[in-house]
């Protein structure tokens, strides 16, 4: 069995509303120096050992991410 770790983030450009929430919220509860705050998705997948991680970038590709506005990286656990 294979764990792989999926990170899906908005591509450089795209608004990400709630990170800049999250950014203005922290600024209002006193911390300084925040200068961007990105929110993304984290899906962590248990698979058989015939998938391959090129099965896991078309997943992502086809459903777990819009490639249109979001990026994704995939690592994979030991």
Not at 39 to 67: R, W, Y
């Amino acid at each position: 069995m294979a764990k792989y770790q999926i990170f899906v983030t908005a591509k450089k450009g795209i608004f990400d509303p709630a990170g800049t929430i999250s950014k203005n919220a922290l600024g209002n509860l006193g911390y300084e120096g925040i200068n961007d705050v990105k929110i993304g998705k984290f899906i962590q997948m248990d698979v058989d050992d015939s998938v391959t991680v090129e099965d896991i970038e078309e997943m992502c590709e086809k459903l777990l991410a819009n490639p249109v506005i979001e990026d994704f990286t995939i690592g994979a656990e030991d």
